[in-house]
């Protein structure tokens, strides 16, 4: 069965800054998915990026990107010049490349400190 | 579009009570999904429909609980009889084959039990 490890439950940042929130999976399926979703205090889920497990080349989308070490089972967010908008839970998601169906991580809370 | 609608946005009802919980996917979407986030467990999946047929209801807690989808335009989640542990925001989202896999989510329906 595919997990999906959070380690940080919560971290924060200085605006402007950079940070970089951590999440490992485990799955013997060679072909997936992995995501990360954004849920501010409107609880409202919101794609951040996406990767699929087959591009060698980390996604990136506008301040986002990931770094993803497929042999390490590694998909870490990096947030570059944190903005006060950025406070909210991340979570990090698995997918495989059969189903629909997200297995998430238990989340982290980002605070963005003026 | 005006995205995932789901109904009521907060619910408030008693232990032994009926309740039913709504979603509207979004138009052209055959992919339905019910998640329930609760801070123990994290966010779970439920069950969830293609072309309006329940394809894995793995996730569904015990037979108290039960989904139906007899349209493609509209979803139901309902639990009999509720019990306080069944408190937790419940997300109803929907996606479409080839847009990446991406899930659009709902604004959730926080339930509580007294």
């Known amino acids: 069965a595919q997990t999906v490890t959070q380690s940080q439950p919560e971290m924060s940042v200085q605006e402007a800054e950079t940070v970089t929130l951590s999440c490992t999976y485990d799955?013997?399926?060679?072909?997936?998915?992995l995501f990360w979703y954004k849920q501010p205090p409107s609880r409202q889920m919101i794609l951040v990026i996406r990767q699929e497990a087959y591009k060698q080349q980390n996604a990136t989308e506008n301040r986002f990107s990931v770094n993803f070490q497929k042999a390490a089972k590694s998909f870490s967010l990096k947030i570059s010049d944190s903005q006060l908008g950025d406070t909210a839970m991340y979570f990090c998601?698995?997918?495989?490349?059969?189903?629909?169906?997200?297995?998430f991580g238990k989340g982290t809370r980002l605070l963005v400190k003026p | 579009d005006a995205g995932v609608i789901q109904s009521p946005r907060h619910e408030v009802t008693e232990m032994g009570q009926e309740v039913t919980l709504r979603c509207k996917p979004i138009s052209g979407h055959d992919y339905l999904f019910w998640y329930r986030q609760t801070m123990m467990r994290g966010l779970e999946l439920l069950i969830y429909f293609n072309n309006n047929v329940p394809i894995d209801d793995s996730g569904m807690p015990e037979d108290r609980f039960s989904a139906k989808m007899p349209n493609a335009s509209f979803s139901t989640l309902k639990i009999q009889p509720s019990e306080p542990r069944d408190s937790a925001v419940y997300f109803c989202a929907s996606s479409i084959p080839g847009h990446n896999n991406e899930q659009f989510f709902g604004p959730g329906t926080r339930l509580t039990v007294l």
């Open positions: 998601a698995f997918m495989n490349g059969q189903g629909f169906s997200f297995i």
């Open positions: 799955t013997s399926e060679s072909n997936y998915y």
